[in-house]
């Protein structure tokens, strides 16, 4: 009896173990598919960076409202 248990829990094990391996393979093929099908567009990138604005007294200000917000 516990042999008739331990080879049908073995041969579920072995269905999932096909079930998942055929699963990914699948997906792997819809990922080639939408690849080849939809390629995704590459963003330019910026040929150059925008000056920085120096807001030093304002970021100065914004700190010291918070601080005496979180010290009442």
């Known amino acids: 009896m516990i042999q008739h248990g331990i080879f049908l829990m073995f041969i579920g094990m072995g269905v999932v173990f096909i079930f998942l391996a055929i699963l ?8 080639v598919f939408l690849q ?11 040929t150059a960076r925008p000056a920085a ?14 601080t005496a917000f979180k010290n009442r």
């Not at 080849?36 to 910026?46: I, N, R, T, Y």
């Not at 604005?53 to 914004?62: I, M, N, Q």
């Open 24 to 31: 990914v393979y699948i997906v792997q093929l819809i990922s």
């Open 36 to 46: 080849k099908f939809f390629p995704e567009e590459e963003e330019a990138l910026p």
């Open 53 to 66: 604005v120096s807001r030093d007294a304002e970021t100065a200000a914004a700190i010291a409202a918070v």
